[in-house]
């Protein structure tokens, strides 16, 4: 479960820059 929580919050900041980045576009 620990494993898993850091990989989705990796995922997850991802994500969030993906949309940073087509927000700032």
């Not at 479960?1 to 993906?18: F, H, I, P, Q, T």
């Amino acid at each position: 479960m620990e494993r898993n929580d850091g990989r989705w919050r990796e995922v997850m900041r991802s994500l969030l820059s993906a949309l940073g980045k087509v927000d700032a576009a």
